[in-house]
């Protein structure tokens, strides 16, 4: 009985992770740990994403929402000194075919969108949107136009006129956040869970063991009280 007292504190002892059956058990967890942050990594990018696509874009403006990729883009475009194709809503003249950079852009403030008989936005051939001035005027319509320029200049644009200072990381933050969020649920949840089941399949070794040992120290036991008898006897 003292010995499976005995083994029973020394497997329950927090130094028995230094053991040579507590070291490989470590490392096993280590590794599991790094698989299971992995995962996680890449369903909170996943769901990062979602929050992104269908829930932040549908809470932006008309414009906005249409800038966004091009905002988005602008973030490594940035980081180049090549020039890029920009398409940019501008309020011109009907008469007018070229576009400058003195031509005004149009905001969110005076356009709307231009239905079809199903209630569905009407687009050019380029597939995009057609818009018209909110305040009806003769000699202006909204169209879209090609702007080339660097992609920090691009960005510094969208910033500053189109989401009114907002940086792309503000307009992330729900989905930056949700994906955080989903990462530490996660990897909370796998550590408890992980260490949970460990604990049962430990807890039933210990008790195999200490069966198993129980059983052979009452076999001995019976083998000393039949020798024993058999002394007795002669």
């Given amino acids: ?12 002892s927090p130094t028995h992770l230094m053991t040579e059956e507590g070291i490989p ?6 590794r599991r740990i ?10 909170a990018v996943i769901g990062g994403y979602g929050v992104n696509r269908y829930y932040t874009r549908s809470h932006l403006p008309v414009l906005q929402r249409l ?16 020039k890029w194709d920009y398409y940019t809503l501008v309020a011109a003249p009907n008469e007018v075919t070229v576009f ?21 936005a009407k687009l050019y051939r380029s597939g995009l949107p057609i818009f018209r001035l909110k305040r009806i005027t003769d000699d202006k319509v ?3 136009a090609v702007r080339t320029c660097t992609g920090a200049e691009r960005y510094e644009w969208l910033q500053s006129e189109i989401y009114k200072g ?52 009452n076999d001995r036991f019976q083998e000393q009280i039949s020798a024993g008898k058999d002394q007795c006897v002669q």
């Avoid at 058990?25 to 280590?30: A, E, I, M, T, V």
């Avoid at 933050?173 to 990462?183: N, R, T």
């Avoid at 089941?197 to 200490?210: D, H, P, S, T, V």
């Fill in 67 to 82: 800038y966004l990729p091009q905002y988005e883009s602008t973030v490594l475009q940035g980081c180049l000194t090549a």
């Fill in 34 to 43: 790094r698989r299971y942050v992995l995962v996680m990594v890449v369903v």
């Fill in 166 to 217: 907002r940086t792309i990381l503000n307009i992330w933050k729900p989905a930056i956040g949700i994906g955080v969020l989903i990462f530490l649920f996660g990897v909370a949840l796998f550590v408890l869970t992980d260490s949970l089941i460990n604990r049962i399949i430990r807890q039933e070794k210990r008790k195999l063991l200490a069966d198993s040992f129980d059983r052979s120290k």
């Fill in 100 to 120: 400058d950079e003195e031509t005004p852009y149009t905001s969110d403030e005076n356009i709307e969108p231009v239905l079809d008989e199903e209630g569905q």
């Fill in 1 to 12: 009985m003292l010995l499976r007292e005995r083994y029973t504190c020394a497997m329950q």
């Fill in 25 to 30: 058990r470590s490392k096993n967890f280590g």
């Fill in 142 to 144: 909204p169209m879209w």
